[in-house]
């Protein structure tokens, strides 16, 4: 159904016959860390985040999983070297 508290017009998973159904009765926008993420929408009463309707949840343990303006800086994608065969390649 169409959203009719905070995002009239924009279609909610959330929304019944007897209104909002979500925790509070209504979305939440968006947090600081939000900003620059593709998934944010104005609208006329605030920012709000077009996949999760409370996005101050999905930063409490890190990261956003949704965020699409972070990137992932994982160190360990390279590949390992054993440092027995890196020592022997050297000393050749």
């Known amino acids: 159904m169409d959203c009719t508290t905070v995002k009239p017009g924009v279609e909610c998973v959330f929304m019944t016959k007897k209104g909002c159904s979500f925790n509070g009765g209504t979305c939440h926008s968006v947090v600081e860390q939000c900003r620059g993420c593709s998934r944010t929408s104005e609208l006329a009463s605030g920012w709000y985040c077009t996949a999760c309707p409370d996005p ?6 890190g990261k956003c999983n949704l965020a699409t303006h972070v990137k992932d800086t994982d160190e360990a994608k390279g590949t390992k070297i054993n440092p027995l ?5 050297n000393a050749h």
């Open 85 to 89: 065969k890196a020592s022997k390649r």
């Open 56 to 61: 101050s949840v999905k930063w409490k343990s």
